[in-house]
């Protein structure tokens, strides 16, 4: 699975939209980006995955560029509960299917 | 989303036994699950995939016989750490792949204090 960049960590001030940007320059043509964020002392939670289009849920949106080598997820309104770290994960939906998880970026919300 | 629940949630043990930890899917069958190890302040490090009916499979380094893996029907999934040590002391966490949306859902995870 290709590898992903994210910058260790990110500020935002609660109520305004949080960009979180991956970069994923050597993403193959049958592989997928996944999001997934960890609160602390939990499990990671499933935020939202694409292909090429841009996607949305009642989470997050997710913003692949056409070249698909990045992506940003957004989250439209933050609150204090977003914070969190914020992995994103390349792979492809079939074989191993394994998730390989990066050091992810680490969110702050600041009231 | 899926959800996936773990037990126990926490469990301190006395160095040299074993502990076994559960990992269900409480409304989809999952036929394939994962282990994942965390330790403080790092990321979450696979340690195996377990398929429903058949042998584990693990990745480099991970001691198939220290960590027991048995995955008998479609909705669960259990480790078993034998003769836990100190350094076994971590954070595990289970996975469950619901493949009618080819999404990985986590449990809650199981904090491991070995004394």
């Known amino acids: 699975d290709a590898k992903t960049t994210q910058p260790p960590s990110m500020d935002c001030a609660e109520g305004r939209a949080a960009n979180l940007p991956c970069n994923h320059s050597?993403?193959?043509?049958?592989?997928?980006v996944y999001w997934y964020r960890q609160i602390h002392s939990q499990g990671p939670q499933y935020i939202i995955h694409?292909?090429?289009n841009n996607e949305t849920n009642e989470m997050a949106s997710l913003i692949i560029t056409e070249d698909r080598k990045s992506s940003t997820l957004i989250l439209p309104h933050a609150t204090l509960r977003d914070t969190a770290v914020y992995y994103c994960?390349?792979?492809?939906?079939?074989?191993?299917?394994?998730?390989?998880f990066g050091q992810g970026t680490r969110l702050t919300i600041n009231p | 989303g899926a959800v996936v629940s773990q037990h126990p949630s926490r469990v301190i043990c006395k160095s040299g036994t074993s502990v076994k930890i559960e990992c269900r899917s409480l409304?989809?069958?999952?036929?394939?699950m994962f282990w994942y190890r965390q330790f403080p302040k790092q990321s979450l490090m696979l340690m195996a995939t377990?398929?429903?009916?058949?042998?584990?499979?693990?990745e480099q380094g991970v001691e198939k016989d220290k960590f027991l893996i048995n995955h008998a029907s479609l909705t669960l999934s259990t480790l078993t750490v034998t003769s836990a040590h100190p350094e076994d002391s971590s954070f595990y966490i289970c996975?469950?792949?619901?493949?009618?949306?080819?999404?990985?859902?986590f449990g809650p995870g199981t904090r491991l204090t070995v004394l």
């Open positions: 996975s469950a792949r619901d493949g009618g949306q080819n999404t990985q859902y």
């Open positions: 050597t993403i193959s043509g049958n592989e997928y």
């Open positions: 694409g292909l090429k």
């Open positions: 994960i390349v792979r492809v939906v079939q074989g191993a299917q394994k998730l390989v």
């Open positions: 409304d989809f069958q999952a036929t394939t």
């Open positions: 377990s398929n429903e009916g058949s042998k584990a499979t693990y």
